[in-house]
């Protein structure tokens, strides 16, 4: 499975980014999906996730400010970013567990990987 994500940049604070991962290769399915980030020197963080139905969760330093969505249909994930921070500077990785079909039906977790997130003025 290949994860191609976009939509990163440089945006002042107050402003919105959209990012978008896509998730393409031999799969099957796509179970859950997530947007993780890391700042430099810290801990890569989970920000948010959403399951296949579309159920959603947040960190609660994005809670209000960012939307997680997904359409099945294109394997695509989406991180709407609002009101944005510049303590919400980071690379930005999406995650998905996917199953994945060859001789056998496998599940795994894939990343991608990273889009960089600035925010400064």
């Known amino acids: 499975v290949q994860l191609q994500a976009s939509g990163g940049g440089l945006v002042e604070p107050g402003g919105s980014l959209r990012l978008s991962c896509a998730a393409s290769?031999?799969?099957?399915?796509?179970?859950?999906m997530a947007w993780y980030r890391q700042a430099p020197g810290t801990q890569r963080e989970l920000v948010a996730t959403i399951t296949r139905p579309g159920s959603t969760d947040y960190v609660d330093s994005v809670k209000g400010r960012f939307t997680i969505s997904r359409d099945n249909a294109k394997n695509t994930v989406y991180l709407q970013m609002n009101s944005l921070k510049p303590e919400d500077t980071a690379v930005y990785y999406c995650?998905?567990?996917?199953?994945?079909?060859?001789?056998?039906?496998?599940?795994?977790?894939?990343w991608g990987q990273g889009t960089q997130v600035t925010v400064s003025s």
């Open positions: 290769g031999r799969i099957f399915r796509i179970k859950n």
């Open positions: 995650k998905v567990r996917a199953i994945t079909y060859g001789s056998a039906l496998l599940e795994d977790d894939y």
